[in-house]
């Protein structure tokens, strides 16, 4: 589960995208949900915010699995939506500048995860939006990383003595798992993979064999429930030291394996989990850290929440 403050930073596009300010021209009180100091943020901004997290989401998500997502966050994003602008209100205050390249270089991040610019320019329309939005969006979301880089996670810190008392409070949790090592043989045709494994299985040695047949071969170590293939987990651990598989296919391609070795569980050492534990107190720390600015900024800022089935209350 993301936390809060992943939820407000770390989403590439949306999650910590901010809202667009009024579109020029008259807006009628009726589309005005909520004020956050000087600025209004409207019906039209919300569904746009709310479109903005259904495109992040399709990523993930498909049909109904997709909109269930949406409407379980729905009741959250005016919340979201009203804290992005408040930290985007400290970043402009604080006169923090973003250098344009990044955002053109996002830009196109994007659209080669799309695959090209017209599916990219397909699903902005599929939403009603244009590229400008995701330009501001994607502006709005530098400002706020950089503002957050200053004034919250460059103050966070943690000390070697804090990871040694956490490693000795809790170093049952710190276990590496079973792993095995493998030998993997690709092949492309289905008849010389047969052949191949009952040759292999004969005892003719690998060297000998790659001679005669088209191979690759690759080693691998994993855990099982981690890296692998469902399939090829299920091969994997169910061979014993030293035993050869049957070809498995999966996409095309014919699969060998052997496994080499078995290495048990086994504690990990202060040194070895010091990197995760960091990782962890630095995530809480900070996670803390945010929590308590932004409910500094809420404090000294003017919010009024128009939404009768809000979950927002004024501050002032």
């Known amino acids: 589960m993301l936390t809060r403050y992943a939820k407000n930073v770390f989403f590439i596009l949306v999650l910590a995208a901010l809202c667009l300010p009024p579109a020029a021209g008259k807006v009628s009180a009726q589309d ?5 100091n000087n600025e209004i943020i409207t019906q039209k901004d919300l569904n746009d915010f709310v479109n903005f997290t259904r495109m992040q989401y399709a990523r993930d998500y498909k049909g109904e699995e ?3 997502k949406i409407e379980e966050l729905k009741p959250d994003l005016l919340n979201k939506l009203i804290e992005d602008v408040l930290i985007l209100q400290e970043a402009k205050r604080k006169n923090i500048v973003i250098d344009e390249s990044r955002v053109k270089g996002q830009i196109e991040e994007i659209k080669r995860e799309y695959g090209s610019d017209a599916r990219f320019q397909q699903a902005l329309r599929q939403q009603g939006l244009v590229q400008a939005d995701v330009e501001t969006r994607l502006r709005n ?18 000390r070697p003595e804090e990871v040694t008392v956490f490693y000795n409070r809790n170093s049952d949790k710190f276990i590496s798992p079973e792993e095995r090592e493998v030998t993997v043989i690709t092949l492309e045709n289905a008849d010389q993979a047969k052949t191949f494994a009952y040759h ?7 060297e000998d064999l790659a001679t005669r047949y088209p191979i690759s071969v690759n080693k691998l170590k994993a855990a099982k429930g981690e890296n692998l293939k469902k399939q090829i987990e299920n091969v994997v651990f169910n061979l014993g030291v030293g035993e050869i598989s049957e070809p498995l296919a999966i996409d095309a391609k014919h699969y060998i394996f052997k496994l080499e ?7 990990l050492s202060l040194r070895e989990a010091q990197d995760q534990i960091n990782g962890h107190l630095f995530e809480t ?9 932004l409910d500094e900024l809420k404090e000294r ?7 009768t089935n809000d979950k927002i209350q004024s501050t002032k």
């Open 66 to 68: 997709l909109a269930k």
């Open 301 to 307: 800022s003017y919010i009024k929440c128009l939404m």
């Open 141 to 158: 979301q530098l400002l706020t990383y950089s503002i957050i880089q200053r004034e919250v996670k460059s103050k966070v810190i943690v």
């Open 200 to 206: 292999f299985k004969a005892g003719q040695k690998l």
């Open 285 to 293: 720390k900070m996670q803390r850290a945010f929590d308590k600015w």
């Open 261 to 267: 070795n078995i290495i048990p569980a086994r504690k």
């Open 32 to 36: 005005i949900i909520a004020v956050v």
